[in-house]
């Protein structure tokens, strides 16, 4: 079999203490474990700004990473790094995590490649962890799906809007073997997701699962009999959840 070439996505921060980083070993984590031919490195973009860091990786990110089952000791174990004009250069990807912080020091630093940049919005707080996770997921949800990256704006960022009470969405979660010579399947199904949403939704579960998965027509399938840890894990990503089939 061909081995498919690897590309490389960039993660970008200010340190590169704490939310770039905690992106970088996610996204491996995950990236391995669905057999994606990507790899991700994370740099900061003004380390002299992290006069207050303290060790090689903000203790809160290792932890957090450490009690969703991923761990990487060599990653963790490395001291920040400031990014250069030859890691732009290699990736395929370029992320920055906060589009009002690292826009201008792109701008100030590196603007040759400011237009090539997909910029989120994930502030330099405790909290912002899961909100990381979520745009990690669907990352690799497009690039399981093909999609391009989102389009780059350097306007500034819309002001935070209360958003509006959601529908709480139901899944059904079964099993099924027939057909599968003895592996069985977990089956999410029912869903009112589109094909991304899906596909985030699947790549979320294999993650906390440690499993692989797939979508199809229109239900996820999750290797393995994981229905208790699934409805779990629906539950927690606030799902209502119906039981079916045993």
Same mark, same amino acid.
């Given at each position: 079999?061909?081995?498919?070439?690897?590309?490389?996505? +960039?993660?970008?921060?200010? &340190?590169?203490?704490?939310?770039?980083?905690?992106?970088?070993? +996610?996204?491996?984590?995950?990236?391995?474990?669905?057999?994606?031919?990507?790899?991700?490195?994370?740099?900061?973009?003004?380390?002299?700004?992290?006069?207050?860091n303290? &060790?090689?990786?903000?203790?809160?990110?290792?932890?957090?990473?450490?009690?969703?089952?991923?761990?990487?000791?060599?990653?963790?174990?490395?001291?920040?790094?400031?990014?250069?004009? $030859?890691?732009?250069?290699?990736?395929?990807?370029?992320?920055?995590?906060?589009?009002?912080?690292?826009?201008?020091?792109?701008?100030?630093?590196?603007?040759?490649?400011v237009?090539?940049?997909?910029?989120?919005?994930?502030?330099?707080?405790?909290?912002?962890?899961? !909100?990381?996770?979520?745009?990690?997921?669907?990352l690799?949800?497009?690039?399981?799906?093909?999609?391009?990256?989102?389009?780059?704006?350097?306007?500034?960022?819309?002001?935070?809007?209360?958003?509006?009470?959601?529908?709480?969405?139901?899944?059904k979660?079964?099993? $099924?073997?027939? *057909?599968?010579?003895?592996? *069985?399947v977990?089956?999410?199904?029912?869903?009112? !997701?589109?094909?991304?949403?899906?596909?985030?939704?699947?790549?979320?579960?294999?993650?906390?699962?440690?499993?692989?998965?797939?979508?199809?027509? *229109?239900r996820?399938?999750?290797?393995?009999?994981?229905?208790?840890?699934?409805?779990?894990?629906l539950?927690?990503?606030?799902?209502?959840?119906?039981?079916? &089939? &045993?």
């Open positions: 079999m061909v081995k498919r070439a690897e590309k490389n996505v +960039l993660f970008l921060c200010t &340190g590169n203490y704490y939310r770039s980083r905690f992106a970088e070993i +996610l996204f491996n984590s995950v990236a391995g474990k669905m057999g994606l031919p990507w790899k991700a490195a994370s740099k900061g973009l003004a380390l002299e700004r992290g006069v207050n303290v &060790g090689t990786m903000a203790m809160s990110a290792v932890k957090a990473l450490e009690a969703m089952g991923v761990r990487n000791a060599d990653a963790v174990a490395r001291l920040p790094m400031q990014a250069t004009v $030859e890691d732009f250069a290699l990736a395929a990807k370029i992320v920055a995590l906060k589009q009002a912080e690292h826009s201008p020091l792109l701008r100030e630093r590196f603007p040759a490649w237009e090539k940049v997909e910029f989120w919005h994930v502030d330099d707080a405790p909290e912002v962890l899961g !909100l990381i996770e979520q745009e990690v997921m669907r690799v949800a497009r690039i399981m799906g093909g999609g391009e990256r989102q389009e780059v704006s350097d306007a500034p960022e819309p002001p935070a809007a209360k958003e509006p009470t959601k529908k709480q969405l139901t899944a979660v079964g099993r $099924e073997t027939a *057909g599968r010579r003895g592996k *069985g977990t089956t999410v199904f029912d869903l009112a !997701l589109d094909e991304t949403g899906l596909r985030e939704l699947a790549a979320t579960l294999k993650q906390r699962c440690g499993t692989g998965g797939t979508v199809k027509v *229109g996820i399938e999750i290797q393995g009999d994981q229905r208790e840890r699934i409805v779990a894990e539950e927690k990503l606030g799902y209502k959840v119906k039981r079916v &089939g &045993g």
